[in-house]
């Protein structure tokens, strides 16, 4: 995450009196801060990479990284209670293969890797204010934002 996206969560942490306790906004390397939290464990996770397939000659590549990726953060939903993982992509090779499904089947293949339950709660796009036309230009349709249930361990 930039400085300047930590700096405003930090704020609206202040702003909405959260201690410091509840909440933890970091700017760091994803891959290698999920790797470094081998004991720690969150009830929200919230993973929003930059674009990782900018086109379809990168998709089998970035597939494997948007797979490692949410392998890794489901991890950390807390494994005794379960949590949510809000995961994004802005990759419309993502997000238009296989008719919107892919994306989806990428993070629910992670979670078999990861060996936890996921149940879909949501799947959005872009808000009203981002226009789109799927006739037009249909790699307009690009912003994919998927909020998961990560079940606890054994149920």
Sequence with gaps: SSQDAVDVANENAKINDLTSSCYNF???????FMKNCKDSYYDVVILDPPKLAPSLSNLERSARKYYALNRDAIKLVNPTHGGLLLTCTCSGAMTQREGGR???????????????????LRLSGAAPCHTQCPAAFPSGAYLTAALFFVSPIGS
């Design 26 to 32: 970091q700017r760091a390397d994803i891959a290698q």
């Design 102 to 120: 892919f994306f989806v089947q990428t993070v629910q293949s992670a979670a078999v890797s990861a060996k936890r339950q996921l149940t879909l």
